[in-house]
């Protein structure tokens, strides 16, 4: 476990594969993680000024992973050309599944739209029953924005 921020560490914001990926290839965490994610992921740290939560609980939230970990936990995957692909940006781009200590996913959520612009987050996904927040780095012109009703 190695730190990538202030409040983060790699495994907080990385899968377990990834970082085995990233070990076995011998290449530093920067290749999989852009400065800019954690950047955003600190911001909401200082502005609540309190713990966030990466990659806590099974198969709910999540920090980056390798596509297979995507397809295996059976995360928006697609049949092309007869292969399975996982469209997840937890995959395919960044994407963080985050809780913030003692804050509504609500709140969260509004939060992280004010500082969408200047960090480049083009997805966010509210899910208020189990509370948490999805957001990811999408290249979109307009945010897509969701709630969770599962
Ligand atoms: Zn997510």
Same mark, same amino acid.
């Given at each position: 476990?190695?730190? @990538?921020?202030?409040?983060?560490?790699?495994?907080?914001?990385?899968?377990?594969?990834?970082?085995?990926?990233?070990?076995?290839?011998? @290449?530093?965490?920067?290749?999989?993680?852009?400065?800019?994610?954690?950047? *955003?992921?600190? =911001? @909401?740290?200082?502005?609540?000024?309190?713990? @966030?939560?990466?990659?806590?609980?099974?198969?709910?939230?999540?920090?980056?992973?390798?596509?297979?970990?995507?397809? =295996?936990?059976? !995360?928006?995957?697609?049949? *092309?050309?007869?292969?399975?692909?996982?469209?997840?940006?937890?995959? !395919?781009?960044? *994407?963080?599944?985050?809780?913030?200590?003692?804050?509504?996913?609500?709140?969260?959520?509004?939060?992280?739209?004010?500082?969408?612009?200047?960090?480049?987050?083009?997805?966010?996904?509210?899910?208020?029953?189990?509370?948490?927040?999805?957001? =990811?780095? !999408?290249?979109?012109?307009?945010?897509?924005?969701?709630?969770?009703? *599962?």
């Amino acid at each position: 476990m190695s730190k @990538v921020s202030k409040h983060f560490t790699d495994k907080e914001l990385m899968s377990p594969m990834l970082i085995k990926m990233a070990k076995e290839r011998n @290449v530093p965490i920067s290749w999989y993680i852009l400065n800019i994610w954690i950047e *955003a992921l600190e =911001d @909401v740290r200082i502005h609540f000024g309190k713990p @966030v939560y990466v990659n806590k609980g099974i198969n709910l939230r999540r920090g980056i992973c390798t596509e297979q970990e995507c397809i =295996d936990a059976k !995360r928006k995957f697609v049949l *092309a050309n007869g292969e399975i692909v996982s469209l997840s940006q937890h995959c !395919r781009n960044g *994407a963080f599944d985050i809780t913030v200590k003692g804050i509504s996913a609500f709140e969260v959520g509004l939060y992280i739209h004010t500082i969408a612009d200047k960090y480049g987050i083009g997805g966010l996904g509210i899910d208020s029953k189990r509370n948490f927040v999805h957001f =990811d780095f !999408r290249n979109s012109k307009e945010m897509v924005e969701w709630k969770y009703t *599962a």
